[in-house]
């Protein structure tokens, strides 16, 4: 009796942890899974009378489906599933809520995304999974949620997008890219991910007349639809001819901000005061090849744009060292700001 016990427990595990609406199981694929997972074999009268046990307590959200054979005669009940009580969509929203809640330490947060995941069944593939813990987090409204969800759909199907780009202008409002015309321009674009990055959901891909991987901030979109036809292959992409799966975290440790251009490796040296800071900003990914008393020489591969912007800010405190590109850019970059303040009035 205590081992029919145990393969009630099995076979709930299983369609709890296998099984959706979209991926239901025979009752021969059960008995299968309860040999290969628990090296427990039962009869197929036994296993028929659990499963059905299942079905009858509402409870357990448990799901049968039958089978219509030749001449609309039916089959008995033969495929299974747990019915999920949260929508893949819903339960981004409840991960986007825990990474952008600034009251959560970042174990719990991965204790808490990590059982909502389990939620999702077998084919859930979260963007919780692609984003950082934000230290501020955008009220998300209705069309933003829409456009999430609009190229989610598009990245799961391999399809492209279409949308019209926003920027903001003095009157502190949004205005679209329009043609030469004076039409809103339309831009198509491959999307190949979308991750949330200090609190902003950012789309990664390739525009349609382009060959290089960037990342749009999705509140800057507008009218965001899937269109009907294939995205572009990931060894199309400019850094990628060799790839045969987008690693969206190898990007993320390349962009320590979502822009575009090439990732670079970079030397600096940096005031040991501000150790905490660069190890905030670079998202943990840099190494200290030299460390003294009072200073610290850094290396990371970073986006250069990026990283440029991050030096300039920090003029004060840090020394770029390498590569000699990138010297070149600070440097200049910093007399052109000197001369601004040493006009002659």
């Known amino acids: ?156 199907k391999d399809k492209q997008i279409s949308f019209k780009y926003y ?41 349609d007349e382009g060959d290089e991987m960037v990342a749009l901030r999705v509140n800057r979109l507008g009218d965001v639809r899937m269109r009907i036809y294939y995205r572009k292959l990931l060894r199309e992409i400019k850094g990628y001819e060799h790839e045969v799966r987008f690693d969206v975290q190898k990007y993320m440790r390349n962009h320590i901000h979502p822009l575009s251009g090439d990732s670079s490796t970079v030397r600096f040296m940096a005031n040991r005061s501000i150790v905490g800071e660069i190890l905030e900003w670079f998202n943990g990914n840099v190494d200290f090849i030299m460390i003294e008393d009072d200073v610290v020489e850094c290396q990371a591969v970073v986006n250069r744009e990026a990283f440029k912007q991050w030096a300039l800010q920090h003029v004060e405190t840090v020394e770029v060292l390498a590569p000699g590109s990138m010297v070149f850019y600070v440097r200049e970059a910093i007399r052109d700001g000197l001369k601004k303040y040493t006009k002659e009035s």
Request: hydrophobic residues 35%; aromatic residues 8%; proline residues 3%.
């Open 1 to 156: 009796m205590a081992s029919n016990k145990h393969a009630l427990v099995y076979l709930l595990e299983i369609l709890r942890h296998d099984t959706d609406e979209n991926h239901p199981l025979t009752q021969d694929e059960l008995q299968e899974r309860l040999v290969g997972e628990y090296g427990m074999k039962i009869s197929k009268k036994l296993l028929s009378q659990l499963v059905n046990d299942l079905c009858q307590k509402e409870q357990f959200n448990i799901v049968r489906q039958d089978s219509i054979v030749r001449d609309g005669v039916r089959k008995r009940f033969s495929n299974f599933y747990m019915k999920r009580l949260f929508a893949h969509g819903d339960l981004d929203r409840i991960i986007s809520g825990l990474l952008g809640s600034s009251n959560i330490d970042e174990k719990e947060r991965e204790t808490l995304i990590s059982k909502v995941i389990s939620l999702g069944g077998p084919c859930y593939n979260p963007i919780g999974n692609n984003m950082d813990g934000s230290t501020s987090f955008q009220s998300m409204n209705d069309v933003l949620l829409k456009h999430v969800d609009c190229i989610e759909t598009a990245i799961a």
């Open 167 to 207: 920027k903001p202008d003095v009157d502190k409002d949004l205005h679209p890219d329009v043609t030469f015309s004076g039409k809103d321009q339309t831009y198509i674009f491959h999307p190949f991910d979308l991750i949330m990055h200090r609190g902003k959901y950012y789309v990664i891909g390739c525009y």
